[in-house]
C-alpha cells in the first residue's frame, strides 16, 4: 500500500483558494453587490452564480504525496491525453517519456511538482492559443517550461501550456530553487494542458483516458 505525506502545510481555511484568484473574486463579487444595490435582481443571480463559479475554478484543495521510493506524480489535475515515448524535447535532447494532461474548466488548475529535484531552468515562450487538446498546442501555443534536475542527476521538464481559453501561466518558483515532490509550483487560468517530459526508463502507472490529481496520482515509477 503506498504511504503518503503533506508537501505543503495544510490550508488554514474549510475552501482554500489559490491567491492568485482573489482579484478576479472580488471583481465579480463588487460587481455583484453593485447589481443587488441598484435593484437588478436577474442580473445579481447571474452575478452571484458567475462569483461562485470563479472561486470554484480557485479552488486550492490540500493534498497528500505518496512517499514511495521513485514514483513521479501527476502535476496536474484533469485527463490523460498522450503518454509515449517520444525522440527527443523541445527543451532537452535524448529518448523521453511524454505525458500530457489536459485540464478542463472544471478541474483543479494548481500545479505540483512531480518529483524531488533543483529547478535548473525555466523558459517562457510567448505564442498561440489553439485549444489545449490539440497536439500542436505543446510548441506553439504559449507555454513555460520547467527544467528540474531529479535528486537522482536526470532531467525531467513540466511545461505549462495556455490553452483556447487560458491567457495567464503563472509559476512562484525560480532556478536554483530546491522542490519535493507535491509541492505547489504554479497554476494557469481557465482551462488549458501541461506536458510532462520523464526518462525514458520510468515504468508508466497510467494509461491514455486516465483522470489524474495533481500530486496524488502516480504518473509512474523508478525501480
Given at each position: 500500500?503506498?504511504?503518503?505525506?503533506?508537501s505543503?502545510?495544510?490550508?488554514?481555511?474549510?475552501f482554500p483558494?489559490?491567491?492568485?484568484?482573489y482579484?478576479?473574486?472580488?471583481?465579480?463579487?463588487?460587481?455583484?453587490?453593485?447589481?443587488?444595490?441598484l435593484?437588478f435582481?436577474?442580473?445579481t443571480l447571474?452575478?452571484l452564480?458567475i462569483?461562485?463559479?470563479?472561486?470554484?475554478?480557485?479552488?486550492?484543495?490540500?493534498?497528500?504525496?505518496p512517499?514511495d521510493?521513485?514514483?513521479?506524480?501527476?502535476p496536474?489535475?484533469?485527463?490523460?491525453?498522450a503518454?509515449?515515448?517520444?525522440?527527443n524535447?523541445?527543451?532537452?535532447?535524448?529518448?523521453?517519456?511524454?505525458?500530457s494532461?489536459?485540464?478542463?474548466?472544471?478541474?483543479v488548475?494548481v500545479?505540483r511538482?512531480?518529483?524531488?529535484?533543483?529547478?535548473?531552468e525555466?523558459?517562457?515562450?510567448?505564442?498561440?492559443?489553439?485549444?489545449?487538446?490539440?497536439d500542436?498546442?505543446s510548441?506553439?501555443?504559449?507555454?513555460n517550461a520547467v527544467?528540474?534536475?531529479?535528486?537522482t542527476?536526470?532531467?525531467?521538464?513540466?511545461?505549462?501550456?495556455a490553452?483556447?481559453?487560458a491567457r495567464?501561466?503563472i509559476?512562484y518558483?525560480?532556478?536554483?530553487?530546491?522542490?519535493?515532490?507535491?509541492?505547489?509550483?504554479?497554476l494557469?487560468?481557465?482551462g488549458?494542458?501541461?506536458?510532462v517530459y520523464?526518462?525514458a526508463?520510468?515504468?508508466?502507472r497510467?494509461?491514455?483516458?486516465?483522470?489524474?490529481?495533481a500530486g496524488?496520482?502516480i504518473?509512474?515509477q523508478?525501480?
Amino acid at each position: 500500500m503506498d504511504k503518503f505525506s503533506r508537501s505543503d502545510p495544510p490550508s488554514q481555511t474549510a475552501f482554500p483558494v489559490a491567491s492568485a484568484g482573489y482579484p478576479f473574486i472580488l471583481v465579480a463579487a463588487f460587481t455583484t453587490a453593485i447589481l443587488a444595490l441598484l435593484g437588478f435582481t436577474t442580473l445579481t443571480l447571474i452575478g452571484l452564480v458567475i462569483t461562485f463559479c470563479i472561486c470554484g475554478f480557485f479552488r486550492d484543495p490540500d493534498r497528500v504525496t505518496p512517499v514511495d521510493k521513485g514514483v513521479v506524480v501527476s502535476p496536474a489535475d484533469g485527463k490523460v491525453i498522450a503518454a509515449g515515448l517520444v525522440d527527443n524535447s523541445p527543451f532537452s535532447n535524448g529518448e523521453f517519456m511524454k505525458i500530457s494532461i489536459f485540464m478542463s474548466v472544471f478541474n483543479v488548475h494548481v500545479n505540483r511538482v512531480p518529483y524531488n529535484g533543483r529547478v535548473k531552468e525555466i523558459d517562457y515562450y510567448p505564442g498561440k492559443f489553439f485549444s489545449a487538446n490539440l497536439d500542436k498546442a505543446s510548441e506553439q501555443n504559449e507555454h513555460n517550461a520547467v527544467s528540474i534536475e531529479m535528486e537522482t542527476g536526470q532531467p525531467l521538464c513540466v511545461v505549462q501550456i495556455a490553452g483556447l481559453i487560458a491567457r495567464r501561466i503563472i509559476c512562484y518558483i525560480k532556478p536554483g530553487d530546491q522542490v519535493i515532490r507535491g509541492q505547489r509550483f504554479g497554476l494557469i487560468c481557465f482551462g488549458s494542458r501541461l506536458d510532462v517530459y520523464l526518462p525514458a526508463d520510468i515504468k508508466l502507472r497510467l494509461a491514455v483516458g486516465d483522470k489524474v490529481k495533481a500530486g496524488t496520482s502516480i504518473l509512474g515509477q523508478f525501480d
